[in-house]
């Protein structure tokens, strides 16, 4: 389960990083600068027909300073995302791709695998 909100990953920074930063800093008011680290920010539904809905997120791996997601936006439109904690920031890259190239994808990553699992009987 990713531990960011839409605001976090717009913000870019995590609850996580600012409970820690406000337990260091004995929860005094302070402003502090935060980079952003996505390339693109983009709305989930605004580039499709979903208005109103949010995507299905589908939990791929997680762990305690990342996490891979595949979300459905409308069936026909996917979002490939993993979000990593990174010190006072969260890192958040998103491949959007329609059914056909999720398709193509899934396809490509069965081959490879059916490929390896010869090289690991010998």
């Known amino acids: 389960m990713s531990h960011l909100s839409h605001a976090e990953v717009t ?6 990083a600012v409970e820690t930063f406000n337990r260091t ?15 693109k920010t983009v709305q989930l539904g605004s580039e499709t027909n979903t208005p109103g809905q949010p995507p299905q997120r589908i939990p791929v791996v997680e762990t305690w300073c990342s996490a891979l997601d595949l979300l459905n ?9 993993y979000t990593q904690h990174i010190s006072d920031r969260a890192d ?8 056909l190239d999720l398709e193509a994808l899934m396809r490509k990553c ?6 390896n699992d010869g090289v690991r009987g010998q």
């Open 11 to 16: 913000a870019g920074i995590s609850r996580r």
């Open 25 to 39: 800093n004995g929860r005094k008011t302070v402003t502090t600068k935060v980079d952003m680290s996505a390339s």
């Open 73 to 81: 936006i409308n069936g026909f439109s996917f979002a490939i995302r």
């Open 92 to 99: 958040v890259t998103t491949l959007y791709l329609n059914r």
């Open 110 to 115: 069965q081959a490879v695998l059916a490929e």
